[in-house]
């Protein structure tokens, strides 16, 4: 089975992570976070990292979902760019990670997707530091025991982490700009 049919099955259900096997291992994976190549989007309290793949149509599902946490100050999200579901994917997250202005690349690849259901950015060639926090993104993303996109993992106020994978209902993002767990 292809990761895109993988995630188009993924993305039809809703699962909730309230922590792995190991609590430590939760607590480690989250300051592991902190180090991947990402795209940080306002500065709320609620500190939510999205795994996303440019060229991802269901990750545009979660992007827009944030965007009105994001603006009333709810919600930080640091946007973690992984490259495999199609030939461009790698390229595409490069020129997010390189561009001037990350958080303006990233806007307009989200908004290639909802016009034309591929990322609206073009691919780059990766510098070598960007190649290594791609490769180091996808290895969090595999981390996490997934590989499909998109991936929420959120902490909450109380210290609580949690994680979505797949395509989540609008009330999940409510809950979590709340600080609560969906």
């Known amino acids: ?78 946007y973690i760019p992984v490259g495999f579901l199609t030939g461009s994917s790698f390229g595409k997250a490069a020129a997010i990670l390189q561009a001037r202005n990350p958080q303006w690349a990233l806007a307009v690849d989200m908004r290639g997707i909802a016009e034309s259901g591929k990322g609206g950015i073009a691919p780059l060639m990766p510098t070598s530091a960007t190649r290594y926090g791609l490769q180091r993104n996808q290895a969090l993303l595999e981390q996490s025991g997934v590989d499909i996109v998109p991936d929420l993992v959120f902490r909450l106020p109380d210290g609580h982490v949690g994680m979505i994978k797949g395509v989540f209902p609008g009330y999940a993002m409510e809950s979590i700009a709340a600080g609560r767990m969906p």
Request: aromatic share 12%; hydrophobic share 40%.
């Open 1 to 78: 089975m292809s990761r895109t049919h993988r995630s188009l099955i993924t993305a039809v259900l809703v699962i909730m992570m309230p922590g792995m096997a190991n609590p430590a291992t939760w607590a480690q994976y989250w300051q592991n976070l902190d180090h991947a190549a990402y795209v940080q989007v306002g500065n709320g309290p609620v500190l939510v990292y999205d795994f996303f793949d440019p060229n991802c149509a269901y990750c545009l599902t979660p992007y827009k979902m944030e965007q009105s946490y994001i603006q009333s100050g709810k919600l930080t999200v640091r």
